[in-house]
Every structure is written in C-alpha cells, then in structure tokens.
C-alpha cells in the first residue's frame, strides 16, 4: 500500500485540462487529462534548475536526460511516437517548480514529468502530480519515509545510499562523526536517521551543524569541525555550497586521511567546481560513477561524451535521471498507453540495463532496487569504487527491515 506524503498545498490549479479522463481501480475518476497522443508525437517534460544555486548540480541532469530522449527518438520512439521535449527551469527555488510542474501538465499537455533535485522542491511538486494524477520520474538519491503512487523514485532511497555509508564507516572503525548540511528537508531528515543508527551503533554525534543553502563562509562550521575531533564528516551539503565548505575545510588544515568527509551529493560534475586539490581522498556514497565497468556504462559515457565533450563527465543523478526515461518507456510499453493509471500498473517488475547495472521497479513503493557504492575521489578527477553492496539493494524507504529506525516515519 503507498503511503503518500502529504502537504497543506492546494493543486487545483493543474485540474484544468482537456480530453478524457482515466478511471481508477475504485470506478471513481481520476484528474482530467490533455494528454494527446493522436499525433506521431508525445510531449514529455524536463523541470530542472538551470539556474540558481542548484545549477552546478541540475544542468548535467537536464543534459542526460536530452541524450536519453534522443537516443530513444533514434531507436523509434515509445510506442512508436517520438518525444516532444519541453524543458523548464525550476531556479533552485520550490515555488517555481511547483509552478512549472503545473504548467507542463496542464498547460503543455506532458504524458509524464523527469526532473527536480533537492527534497523541497519534490516535496512542492508532490501535491500537484498528486491532484493532477500525473507523473514524475525523481533522479536523485534522498533521505527516504516517503512513497507517492504519482512519483517514481529512480536515485537512492535511505537504505541503499545512507546506511551503506554509516556501515562502511563502522567497518572503518569509526567511533565519532560530525555532521554538516544544508538547511533544508534532505539533510536534517537524513541526520534524523543518521543519529538513530549512531545511537544503536555507538558511534558518537560530535557536532551538527546547517547552513542556508548558497551560503558561502563556511570558516565558522569548519572551526567547529575542527575543535570536535571527530573521527569522520557525514556531508549533506548540496549545490556551489559545497565549493565554500571544502576550500575552508582545506584552509583549516583538516584532511582526508585524518577526517574523512564522506558526501551524498557530491558527483563527478562538482570536482572540478570545488576543486581536485580540496577534493581528493574524499569519500563519498552513491550508486554509480562513470568507473563503474559494464557494458552499458561503456557505451553511456561515450554517447554522453560524444554529444557533450570529451572533457565532460558523467555521475550518479545524470545516470539516474538518464535511466528514468528509459524506465518509463519500458512501462508505457509494456501498459501499451500512456494514461497514468495503465503506466503504474505496469510498473512493477520492469527492468533496465543500466550503466549501474540491472535495476529493477518496486511496483509498491516506486523505488528501484540498486547497487550501493562507496568512491574516494582520486587525482584523475574521477570516483573510485572502495566498496560495493555486490548485489542491487532492495529499496526500503521507510527502513521497515531496520530495529534502529523504528518511529521515524512518524516523528
């Protein structure tokens, strides 16, 4: 049964729309649709931000996701309709992308959604797929206790980014952390859990501290870290704030191979924007990296290259966002329509060959089982696996299978 988030958010405003309507399982009528699949086209909506704060992070999102519609156009289409891409810019700010998500459903007549990237911006968006019974396809690894039967969840859930993470560093024998992060959904959620599993591992919380995100003086957060002496650094920092922390945390004197900084949104995109020399030796937690050897990986990086430039590189939510169309495709096909009810009712089960490996669709909760991964950022500029789950990871968003995280979802 899918437990959806729910918020205090009116989405009346995406009703309106023309063409028929698709009855749900009840006999009861979902929203009202413009979708128009008469032609030999099909639109499909990209809502990323371009710009603002979270731009270094979702123009290479945005980018993937244009391969992945072309070589799909390339290879005949879904259902032998090529894809109409409509492309807007969330700005980094939750608002806008509840905005934009409006207009692509009812303005521009999207048969589905790819896109958004921090957890308040999905959350801004949440209620009006909802309302308008359509569908987003979320690229990016979050913190989790959440399900919505209009959103499937292609980046990590917690148990298959965080925990594996918090478990890597007890085998490392870590006995303290510090945390750090933005002051948003994301990374307060995510120490919410981190703290749980802390208690029942002992291991020491030394500090916990947020910043805005975009901030930029970071020399205050970094004397903290430092006085603490903690053993580790869990990192939620998101976007260009993150170019700030390292530079500081180098500045500081502190190291990777005295403090480790272990970061869950940190990819190959940002190395460069923050800077190999702050960089390198860190860790981080993710599904995939453009080392990641398999077939399919092979050919991802080259097409991504060839179309981008060599000098470009690819990362886990690019991989993500890149594997969702594919995914949809998959189940629109195997539904043989694009209505929102026939898509998720076919959903389950459906696989990909991904450039991370196989993944599989959970037809109840809209995760996808994948392969955990711990990387330390080398000085080639790219992420090393250090650690690997070995198998995909059943997704478990509200950590049901773990004692520590009992009474999470509820507080």
Same mark, same amino acid.
């Given at each position: ?23 749900? =399982?009840? $006999? !009861? ?12 086209? &099909? ?39 090529? @894809?109409? &891409? ?9 608002? &806008?992308?509840?905005?934009?998500? #409006? ?11 790819? $896109?958004?990237? *921090? ?24 913190? !989790? ?16 980014? +965080? ?15 510090? @945390? ?21 591992? !002992?291991?020491?919380?030394?500090? =916990?501290?947020?910043?805005? @995100?975009?901030? *930029? ?48 949104? +940190? ?8 800077? @190999? ?35 470009? &590189? ?25 209505? *929102? ?7 389950? $089960? ?30 080639? $500029? ?18 049901? !299978?773990?004692?520590?995280?009992? #009474?999470?979802?509820?507080?």
């Amino acid at each position: 049964m899918l437990r959806a988030a729910s918020l205090a958010v009116t989405a009346a405003m995406v009703l309106t729309a023309c063409g028929s309507r698709v009855d749900d =399982e009840s $006999g !009861g009528q979902a929203a009202a649709s413009c979708v128009d699949t008469s032609g030999d086209s &099909v639109k499909v909506g990209f809502l990323n931000s371009l710009s603002g704060t979270m731009a270094i992070s979702e123009k290479t999102v945005h980018d993937a996701l244009q391969l992945a519609a072309e070589q799909i156009n390339a290879d005949g289409g879904v259902l032998g309709k090529q @894809l109409d &891409v409509v492309s807007e810019d969330g700005a980094s700010e939750p608002t &806008v992308f509840a905005e934009k998500a #409006g207009k692509l459903i009812s303005s521009d007549c999207v048969a589905a959604v790819f $896109g958004g990237w *921090t957890s308040s911006s999905r959350k801004a968006m949440l209620p009006v797929f909802e309302g308008a019974n359509s569908l987003l396809f979320y690229p990016v690894q979050y913190e !989790g206790l959440e399900s919505s039967p209009n959103i499937f969840y292609t980046g990590a859930t917690t148990n298959q980014q +965080i925990v594996p993470a918090l478990d890597y560093l007890k085998e490392q024998g870590t006995k303290s952390v510090f @945390l750090v992060g933005s002051d948003y959904v994301f990374p307060r959620t995510a120490n919410k859990i981190i703290k749980a599993y802390a208690k029942a591992n !002992g291991i020491e919380i030394k500090g =916990e501290e947020y910043a805005p @995100l975009g901030h *930029t003086d970071f020399s205050t957060i970094t004397n903290k870290v430092k006085a603490a002496g903690a053993d580790a650094v869990f990192n939620t920092l998101n976007g260009d704030s993150n170019v700030a922390f390292f530079k500081e945390y180098r500045n500081a004197g502190l190291t990777a191979e005295a403090m480790p900084v272990v970061s869950v949104s +940190i990819a190959e995109e940002e190395i460069s924007g923050i800077g @190999l020399d702050n960089l390198a030796g860190q860790l981080t937690s993710w599904n995939y990296y453009q080392t990641v050897d398999t077939p399919a990986n092979a050919a991802f990086v080259d097409a991504f290259k060839a179309k981008y430039g060599d000098n470009r &590189v690819t990362s886990d939510p690019m991989e993500a966002a890149y594997t969702s169309l594919f995914l949809w495709k998959a189940m629109v096909e195997k539904a043989e329509s694009f209505a *929102t009810d026939d898509v998720t009712k076919a959903a389950g $089960g459906i696989t990909f060959d991904a450039p991370e490996g196989t993944v599989t669709v959970n037809g109840e909760n809209h995760h996808i089982a994948k392969t955990a991964l711990i990387g330390r950022i080398e000085r080639d $500029g790219l992420i090393h696996t250090v650690w690997s789950s070995g198998k995909p990871i059943e997704p478990d968003p509200y950590l049901e !299978g773990y004692a520590w995280a009992e #009474g999470l979802s509820a507080s």
